[in-house]
């Protein structure tokens, strides 16, 4: 069953757009948000994450918005780079289970 | 620093063959997971140890046996092989679940049945 549900599946953004990955749940048992990022080869590594009780983090160009009457929330990537070219999963936390993953996001950045 | 060292990084089985997959951490963590990674399905569960002497299932484990071996190693066994089982695994590990602290991941096996 998949709690968390990611899209799009691809995106090609161009160099120094801005790339958008929404990510939508229905367990409002969920308390924690984090995005992980995956380049090819690799494990997946904790980009950013946010807590319900704020509606917006930023670290540099990474931002995440997050709408609790909605359920869902983003992953805004700002001036993107070839280098952000990676794939991106959303996730969440529910009480004492382990984290859920959405299906993830191939995001390619042209020149 | 080491972080998550699985073993193999790449295993060819026939079907109905058994294998474990090993993993360890350096970082003193409590609890360990294992998952899998197949295109256009995202990272799913096959099972966790909260702590150290527990283990309980995820999202996919049927096919699978764990055994928390220390508060190092977690290891991933298939007992008999199936083509569907061909992925690439992933181990994990955190300071604790209920803390909400990041999941630090190995850099996978690649695993196929044949």
């Known amino acids: 069953q998949q709690q968390v549900k990611q899209s799009p599946q691809s995106l090609i953004v161009q160099k120094g757009g801005i790339s958008i990955i929404n990510c939508a749940y229905e367990?409002?048992?969920?308390?924690?948000f984090p995005w992980y990022q995956q380049f090819p080869g690799k494990g997946p590594a904790l980009l950013i994450a946010?807590?319900?009780?704020?509606s917006e983090k930023k670290e540099g160009r990474f931002t995440i918005s997050f709408n609790k009457s909605a359920k869902q929330f983003s992953l805004h990537i700002m001036d993107s780079q070839p280098g952000d070219s990676a794939t991106y999963f959303c996730?969440?936390?529910?009480?004492?289970?382990?984290?859920?993953f959405g299906k993830g996001t191939r995001l390619s950045v042209i020149a | 620093n080491a972080g998550v060292t699985q073993t193999p990084k790449f295993q060819v089985l026939k079907t109905g063959q058994s294998m474990t997959l090993q993993c360890a951490q350096d970082?003193?963590?409590?609890?360990m997971y294992w998952y899998r990674q197949d295109p256009g399905m995202g990272l799913r569960l096959i099972y966790y140890?909260?702590?150290?002497?527990?283990?309980d299932k995820g999202e996919v484990p049927n096919g699978y046996n764990v055994s928390r071996l220390n508060k190092r190693e977690f290891s991933l066994r298939l007992e008999s092989a199936a083509p569907s089982q061909t992925s690439v695994y992933f181990c994990?590990?955190?300071?604790?679940?209920?803390?909400?602290?990041?999941?630090?991941f190995g850099s996978g096996t690649q695993l196929s049945v044949l």
């Open positions: 367990n409002t048992a969920f308390d924690y």
């Open positions: 946010i807590r319900p009780d704020v």
């Open positions: 970082m003193n963590h409590n609890s």
């Open positions: 140890s909260a702590s150290e002497g527990t283990t």
């Open positions: 994990a590990s955190s300071e604790s679940i209920l803390l909400r602290e990041k999941l630090f």
């Open positions: 996730a969440s936390y529910s009480g004492n289970t382990p984290l859920v």
